[in-house]
C-alpha cells in the first residue's frame, strides 16, 4: 500500500514537472496525487465495483484542485491534472487492447467495461464538483 501511494506522489509530481509547474505547486500536485490515491484505495476497501470508488476519488482531487487553485493564486485545472494522475485506468486500456490484438472476446469486453466505468466516474466527479463551483461563485457574488 505504500508503495502504491509513493508511486501515486512520484507520478503526479512527474506529471506537474512536464506540465511545467514551479515551486511549491510542483510539492502540493504530488501530495494531491498521493492523497488521492488513498482516498481510492480507502473507498475500494469498504465499496465493491469500480465507479464509486474512482467517483469519490475524483470528486475529492477537484475539490483539493479548486482550494489549491484559490490558495495559490492559479488554475484549477493544473492542480487537477497532476493531482488526477493516479486514477487514469492505464492497466485497463492495457489489457483492452491486448484483448482486442490477441483476439480474446472475453478480456476485451472486461477490461473495456472497467475502463469505460473508470473513465465515466472520473469525468463525472470532475463535473460534478464544477457545477458545485459554479453555482457556490454566483451565489457568494450576488
Same mark, same amino acid.
Given at each position: 500500500?505504500?508503495?502504491?501511494?509513493? *508511486?501515486?506522489?512520484?507520478?503526479?509530481?512527474?506529471?506537474?514537472?512536464?506540465?511545467?509547474?514551479?515551486?511549491?505547486?510542483? @510539492?502540493?500536485?504530488?501530495? =494531491? =496525487?498521493?492523497?488521492?490515491?488513498?482516498? #481510492? +484505495?480507502?473507498?475500494?476497501? #469498504?465499496?465493491?465495483?469500480?465507479?464509486? !470508488? #474512482?467517483?469519490?476519488?475524483?470528486?475529492?482531487?477537484?475539490?483539493?484542485? /479548486?482550494?489549491?487553485?484559490?490558495?495559490?493564486? @492559479?488554475?484549477? &485545472?493544473?492542480?487537477? &491534472?497532476?493531482? *488526477?494522475? !493516479?486514477?487514469?485506468?492505464?492497466? %485497463?486500456?492495457?489489457?483492452?487492447?491486448? =484483448?482486442?490484438? *490477441?483476439?480474446? /472476446?472475453?478480456?476485451?469486453? /472486461? %477490461?473495456? /467495461? @472497467? *475502463?469505460? &466505468?473508470? @473513465?465515466?466516474?472520473?469525468? +463525472? =466527479?470532475?463535473?460534478?464538483?464544477?457545477?458545485? &463551483?459554479? #453555482?457556490?461563485?454566483?451565489?457568494?457574488?450576488?
Amino acid at each position: 500500500m505504500m508503495i502504491q501511494i509513493a *508511486a501515486a506522489l512520484v507520478g503526479s509530481v512527474g506529471f506537474a514537472i512536464f506540465f511545467k509547474m514551479r515551486g511549491k505547486q510542483i @510539492a502540493l500536485a504530488g501530495v =494531491g =496525487g498521493a492523497i488521492t490515491w488513498i482516498v #481510492y +484505495l480507502i473507498c475500494q476497501n #469498504y465499496i465493491d465495483g469500480y465507479f464509486i !470508488p #474512482y467517483f469519490i476519488a475524483a470528486i475529492f482531487v477537484a475539490v483539493y484542485a /479548486e482550494i489549491m487553485a484559490r490558495v495559490n493564486r @492559479a488554475p484549477a &485545472t493544473i492542480f487537477l &491534472t497532476a493531482a *488526477a494522475v !493516479p486514477l487514469i485506468p492505464g492497466g %485497463s486500456l492495457y489489457y483492452t487492447m491486448a =484483448g482486442l490484438v *490477441a483476439g480474446d /472476446e472475453k478480456l476485451f469486453a /472486461e %477490461s473495456g /467495461e @472497467a *475502463a469505460v &466505468t473508470i @473513465a465515466l466516474a472520473i469525468s +463525472l =466527479g470532475f463535473v460534478v464538483v464544477a457545477v458545485i &463551483t459554479r #453555482y457556490i461563485r454566483i451565489f457568494l457574488n450576488r
